[in-house]
């Protein structure tokens, strides 16, 4: 089974610059996850969608931070601006989850790890 | 607000003794509690998971966590280390009682690097 796919695996952009980052999860999963993981620091929820809808997207910075997820499948998270601060990795995961029933495990990506100039 | 501590950064083992990782955890309702490693420029790869039942969890490559409620903690658990479980370990929550919108999140603790030395 192919696992979550994520690209570029690095990226180097001068600030200021836009930038856009892929995730294509595990085939059937419902759910799709982006992370933000700063050095030292545990993965933190940018945005959630269950099928195309963005379930929670509270924690995006969303001045400058868009995504989304075109049927259902794909997903594709952009910065635009870029600044010096989101110098991170950003993760992606993906998860079967129903309504109701016992919270399955989320399965990651490599992740992409941007550099702002 | 669920929240995750692990109080060590660094956990220095030798290779064939029994290693701990700790979690201690804080949510509002019931936990579910989860383990990930993470290997050098790689993902997070999931290691086991606390629903329900048993507190003590058996996961991949010989790993076991215990949960403990009245501590709040799951510690994580393996009883010979080698010196390929040298990684990065996260500790996970999600309270059980909110399924939906922005409930339905997992709250990482800061991570604790094991090292295992020959």
């Known amino acids: 089974e192919a696992g979550v796919v994520q690209s570029p695996r690095y990226k180097i952009i001068e600030k200021k610059q836009p930038v856009a980052f892929w995730c294509n999860p595990i085939s059937g999963h419902n759910t799709l996850y982006w992370y933000r993981q700063n050095l030292g620091q545990g993965p933190e929820l940018l945005i959630r969608?269950?099928?195309?809808?963005?379930?929670?997207d509270s924690q995006l910075p969303k001045d400058r931070f868009s995504a989304e997820r075109l049927k259902g499948v794909d997903s594709t998270l952009k910065i635009q601006p870029a600044e010096l601060g989101d110098s991170a990795v950003y993760l992606c995961a993906s998860s079967w989850v129903t309504s109701g029933s016992s919270y399955n495990e989320q399965f990651f990506g490599p992740g992409t790890r941007l550099t702002v100039l | 607000a669920q929240s995750v501590a692990q109080p060590e950064d660094q956990v220095n083992v030798a290779e064939g003794n029994p290693l701990t990782v700790k979690c201690t955890y804080s949510v509002s309702g019931n936990p579910y509690l989860f383990w990930y490693v993470q290997y050098p420029n790689r993902g997070l790869q999931f290691l086991l998971k606390?629903?329900?039942?048993?507190?003590l969890v058996k996961g991949s490559y010989g790993f076991e966590a215990e949960f403990n409620k009245s501590q709040t903690s799951f510690h994580l658990k393996k009883p010979s280390a080698l010196v390929s479980d040298s990684a990065l370990y996260f500790c996970?929550?999600?309270?059980?009682?909110?399924?939906?919108?922005?409930?339905?999140?997992?709250?990482f603790g800061t991570g604790t690097q094991l090292k295992v030395e020959l």
């Open positions: 996970a929550v999600r309270d059980a009682l909110i399924l939906t919108g922005g409930g339905n999140k997992l709250t």
């Open positions: 606390y629903i329900t039942g048993d507190n």
């Open positions: 969608y269950e099928n195309e809808e963005a379930v929670d």
